[in-house]
């Protein structure tokens, strides 16, 4: 008897799952999943080439209430920025010239969409 809370959970694990492979088959190495900090989560760290990239994965089952890379709010980019930064110092490479972007990954349905340099 699971609650709402809980299969949304296993139902965004199911898509960052898949994510992950779009990635990796397009030649990203995987870093870090779910980096939890005081801001918020990051879904995926990866690096392509020699870009560090933060990953938010967004999934709706259909197109009724707008597009899931509509979700990704500026509050959403803000709180990303945020923990990325923290990423960074953790780290160690927050005094490193190290080129970093930001990436969605939306799923529609079963059809994903990769927005390189989202935001």
Same mark, same amino acid.
């Given at each position: 008897?699971?609650?709402?809370?809980?299969?949304?959970?296993?139902?965004?694990?199911?898509?960052?799952?898949?994510?992950?492979?779009?990635?990796?088959?397009?030649?990203?190495? /995987?870093?870090? &999943?779910?980096?939890?900090?005081?801001?918020?989560?990051?879904?995926?760290?990866?690096?392509?080439?020699?870009?560090?990239?933060?990953?938010?994965? =967004?999934?709706? =089952?259909?197109?009724?209430?707008?597009?899931?890379?509509?979700?990704?709010?500026? =509050?959403?980019?803000?709180?990303? &920025?945020?923990?990325?930064?923290?990423?960074?110092?953790? =780290?160690?490479?927050?005094?490193?010239? /190290?080129?970093? &972007?930001?990436?969605?990954?939306?799923?529609?349905?079963?059809?994903?969409?990769?927005?390189?340099?989202?935001?």
């Amino acid at each position: 008897m699971g609650t709402k809370r809980e299969n949304k959970r296993d139902i965004g694990t199911v898509y960052e799952n898949k994510a992950v492979l779009l990635l990796k088959e397009k030649g990203y190495q /995987i870093l870090e &999943r779910n980096f939890y900090t005081y801001y918020g989560e990051i879904d995926i760290i990866a690096k392509n080439g020699g870009c560090l990239v933060f990953v938010e994965v =967004k999934y709706r =089952k259909n197109t009724k209430k707008g597009y899931a890379a509509e979700a990704v709010t500026p =509050k959403k980019q803000k709180r990303m &920025r945020q923990s990325a930064g923290y990423y960074l110092y953790k =780290k160690h490479f927050q005094n490193m010239e /190290i080129p970093c &972007r930001f990436d969605v990954i939306a799923f529609d349905g079963e059809e994903a969409v990769h927005i390189e340099n989202a935001f």
